[in-house]
Structure formats: C-alpha cells, structure tokens
C-alpha cells in the first residue's frame, strides 16, 4: 500500500516468493505508478473514475487500484500466467480493500 505522494506505508510478501525487484526499486515503481494515474486523474470526468489500472510485462502482471479519493493506492502483482485478473481483481480484492477501509 501507498500514500498519494507513492511512498509505500505497508508491504508484504506471498510466503516463499523471490521478488523481481528490491526494495528501492520497488519504492521507485509506486512513486511513478501514482504520478502516472495523477496525470490522468484530469480525463475521469470525462471517461469515468479509474477502478484499476493493469501493467502486463513478460515477468508479472502489476496492478494499482486508488482508494479513498486518490488519498492511498493498493499495488501488487499477480502472476503473469493468471489470465482471471479482472475476475480476481474486482470479486476479490477490491471488496476485500473496500471491506478493511470501512472497518478503519
């Protein structure tokens, strides 16, 4: 998870996992990711309010979803065989982030 200024205030890892990228490389993506989707914030009145975005790379499928008016963004990866993303992504995991929100 990441503030709107894309620093990463929680982080965790699937038991097991090898990350593809360290920890300041990591920082850098979130840092970029958010100003990316701050630079098309100023397209949703006229497109729509973004639900997710999806990055598709040979390695991983990287994904961000803003919360709470662009305040805090959830950013993770799922693996680049799951072809389900959207399934997983909008039945899962936006309920589960929209549910930990609510209980705050």
Do not use: C, W
Request: aromatic share 8%; proline share 4%; charged share 35%.
């Amino acid at each position: 998870m990441a503030n709107q200024l894309g620093r990463i205030i929680k982080e965790t890892h699937r038991e097991n996992l090898r990350p593809l990228l360290t920890s300041e490389e990591n920082l850098e993506y979130a840092a970029n990711t958010i100003a990316r989707h701050k630079e098309r914030i100023k397209y949703e009145p006229k497109i729509g309010k973004l639900e997710y975005t999806l990055v598709k790379y040979e390695k991983v499928n990287r994904i961000m979803i803003p919360l709470n008016n662009n305040n805090n963004y959830v950013l993770f990866s799922l693996d680049v065989e799951e072809i389900d993303y959207d399934k997983i992504i909008k039945e899962k995991i936006i309920p589960f982030v929209e549910g930990q929100e609510m209980s705050k």
